[in-house]
């Protein structure tokens, strides 16, 4: 198993004049699951082909523990770069790339049967790879006998049949239903635990994200946005693209202007509360941007900080209603548990005031710690 460090790396297709990734710094443990999240377009991937070999950045460095995977650019900097198959990683795609003709046992055996393992070693891996997955009764079966969440695991356990040290995974899910993808996904980290491989996992799907990673690294444009736990985002988001693309429903803004104690929202007032109040000092009479998430609202029938809304719309989600209100001209959602909704048109929501998000309007970074 190998810890990552990634230094300075950038990635441009156009001789620098843009880049995929721009100067990334990232530091990943030595068994840890590292999700990197993000939307499309946004370097994750790139990322990971850099780690894996398959693309050669143009700056910076990479190391697996203390050897030198890839070492670019740079005067006097000496360039190092050891080829894919020399890395001990294991990949797997969103496409399974199963050998048709080659039954699952086959398939798990192919890459040890090439490096030469003896027998007695392969079978002794496959079984035990195969047991763990649950695919034990599928060893003599070929990839078309198959469902989609069979094959997955089948691509999963050909990979780590290899006793890899770096474990990479691309959008592994994305061809499954939404139960099998469930399933899966529990399955993957309960093995990933076992077997202690530092894991990189590639997604743009927040849900797969927040329950599986040790650590999320979120991107855009090529850059980290922020890096932490799924609570330290999802609790603390660095700025404002972090709060609205963790979340579902996303985090509600308001733009507002501090007036004395209180954050004026126009149509709804609130009074800062005693651990905001230093953050928010430098913005007397300025615009900040309030964040509350869905889940942070209260029905109340009357506070001091009670926001006066209209419903619009109800979505029942079982447990839960996802009610759609208007606050003045803007369109609210909040969550609400219990078995019945409210009946009234008109609302008074009470924000939970422990857990505000505020953000400066004009670089969206957060104010309050």
Do not use: W
């Not at 027998?119 to 763990?132: G, L, P």
């Not at 040290?165 to 592994?172: A, I, N, T, W, Y």
């Not at 993957?188 to 797969?208: F, N, P, R, S, W």
């Amino acid at each position: 198993m190998a810890s990552i460090t990634i230094k300075d790396m950038s990635v441009s297709y156009n001789k620098g004049k843009s880049y995929v990734l721009d100067k990334l710094n990232l530091e990943i443990k030595d068994g840890e699951f590292c999700v990197f999240l993000g939307p499309s377009g946004c370097g994750k991937s790139t990322a990971m082909h850099c780690i894996a070999g398959l693309l050669h950045p143009m700056n910076g460095e990479i190391r697996f523990g203390d050897a030198v995977m890839t070492a670019a650019g740079g005067k006097g900097k000496d360039k190092t770069f050891v080829p894919p198959q020399e890395r001990n990683i294991a990949m797997v795609f969103q496409e399974y790339a199963l050998y048709p003709n080659m039954t699952v046992r086959e398939n798990m055996s192919f890459a040890l049967k090439t490096k030469k393992a003896p027998k007695e070693e392969i079978d002794k891996r496959v079984d035990y790879m195969a047991k763990m997955l649950s695919i034990e009764q599928l060893l003599d079966r070929k990839p078309a006998e198959l469902s989609g969440g069979q094959r997955q695991r089948v691509a999963l356990g050909r990979a780590l049949v290899r006793d890899p040290q770096v474990f990479l995974l691309d959008e592994p899910l994305g061809n499954l239903d939404a139960k099998l993808r469930d399933q899966v996904r529990y399955e993957l980290k309960k093995i990933q635990e076992k077997l202690g491989i530092t894991t990189i996992y590639v997604t743009h799907d927040q849900t797969e994200a927040m329950t599986m990673a040790d650590h999320i690294v979120l991107m855009r444009d090529g850059h980290i946005m922020q890096q932490g736990t799924p609570n330290d985002l999802y609790d603390h988001p660095a700025n404002e693209f972090v709060a609205g693309f963790l979340g579902t429903p996303q985090i509600n803004i308001f733009p507002c202007t501090v007036k004395g104690d209180v954050l004026d929202g126009g149509s709804f007032q609130l009074k800062i509360p005693e651990h905001l109040k230093k953050c928010l000092a430098s913005y007397a009479g300025k615009k900040v941007d309030l964040g509350i998430r869905p889940s942070d609202f209260e029905l109340t029938g009357d506070s001091a900080n009670a926001i006066r809304a209209h419903v619009d719309s109800i979505e029942p989600l079982g447990d839960a209603y996802l009610i759609y209100v208007r606050v003045g001209e803007k369109v609210v959602v909040f969550k609400c548990a219990g078995e019945t909704a409210p009946k009234e048109q008109e609302l008074l929501l009470t924000p939970n005031m422990a857990k505000l998000h505020l953000f400066d309007p004009e670089t969206e970074k957060r104010i309050n710690e």
